[in-house]
C-alpha cells in the first residue's frame, strides 16, 4: 500500500462540473503539497496546505489532519483544467511523498 | 516569484556521451535542490538531494557515479548524466526549496532521449 494514495486515477468530466480529487496519506506529513502536471512535463504549484482550507480561483483545497485526508476542488472545470494533479506529502525531512497522481480531462 | 529554470529543455545524445542539466533558482536562494526522474504516466521518482556546498544525498538504487550532482551556489544545481545508455532516456526534475520553507517549486523538466 502507497503511502499517499489518490483516487480516482482518472476522471473525465464536461465543462461545467464540479470536480473533486482526494488525497490520502498515511505517514506523518508537515503540510500538504497539491500540483499540477501539463501534458508537456511542466509542474505548478496549486497549494500547500498545512490545516484547514485555501481557495485561489476556481481551486479549492481542504485538508483534515485527524483523517490524514486532502482534497482538490475545482468548480466550473474547463478543458484547459485537463491535466495531472498530484498530491505531495511533505516529510519532516523536506522530502515529498508523491501520490500516484489523477489524470483528468475535462471535455467542451 | 519563485521561479525554478532548467536547461537544457531537451536533449538528444548518442550512447556513450555525458549530458548536463542546469537547474537554477531564478528569484530566490535554495539551501537545497532535489533531482527527480520520471517515466511516462508514472510518478516522480526521487533520485537525489543536494545541498548547497555539500555532497549529494542520493536514493536508494541511484548510483552516485552514474548521476554527477553539483550544487556549487545557493541558485545553481547541477546533475550530469555519464556514459548515457538509452535506458537513461526520461524526464529529469529538478526543484528547489526555499531555505526558510518546506515548499518545492520546480522545474520545467529537461526530456533526454539516448540514441
Not at chain 1, 481542504?62 to 495531472?84: F, G, M, Y
Not at chain 2, 533558482?25 to 510518478?43: C, E, G, I, N, V
Request: aromatic share 8%.
Amino acid at each position: 500500500k502507497n503511502e499517499v494514495e489518490q483516487s480516482p486515477q482518472n476522471l473525465t468530466a464536461q465543462e461545467g462540473e464540479f470536480i473533486t480529487i482526494n488525497c490520502s496519506y498515511s505517514v506523518g506529513i508537515s503540510a500538504l503539497h497539491w500540483l499540477q502536471q501539463h501534458p508537456g512535463g511542466g509542474i505548478v504549484s496549486l497549494f500547500m496546505l498545512s490545516s484547514g482550507k485555501k481557495k485561489h480561483g476556481r481551486l479549492i483545497a481542504t485538508i483534515n489532519i485527524q483523517e490524514k485526508h486532502s482534497s482538490l476542488h475545482i468548480t466550473a472545470s474547463h478543458p484547459r483544467d485537463s491535466a495531472v494533479y498530484i498530491c505531495a506529502a511533505v516529510s519532516g525531512t523536506y522530502k515529498y511523498i508523491f501520490g500516484t497522481g489523477t489524470r483528468l480531462k475535462v471535455l467542451a | 516569484g519563485a521561479v525554478v529554470s532548467q536547461h537544457p529543455s531537451w536533449v538528444i545524445c548518442k550512447s556513450g556521451t555525458s549530458v548536463k542539466i542546469e537547474c537554477r533558482s531564478l528569484d530566490f536562494q535554495a539551501t537545497t535542490m532535489f533531482w527527480y526522474r520520471q517515466f511516462p504516466k508514472q510518478s516522480l521518482m526521487l533520485m537525489a538531494t543536494s545541498n548547497e556546498g555539500s555532497k549529494a544525498t542520493y536514493e536508494q538504487g541511484v548510483e552516485k557515479d552514474k548521476f554527477l550532482i553539483n550544487h556549487a551556489s545557493l541558485t545553481l544545481s547541477t546533475l550530469t548524466v555519464t556514459s548515457a545508455h538509452p535506458e537513461d532516456s526520461s524526464f529529469y526534475i529538478c526543484s528547489a526549496r526555499v531555505t526558510s520553507g518546506d515548499t518545492q517549486y520546480f522545474g520545467p523538466g529537461t526530456r533526454l532521449t539516448v540514441l
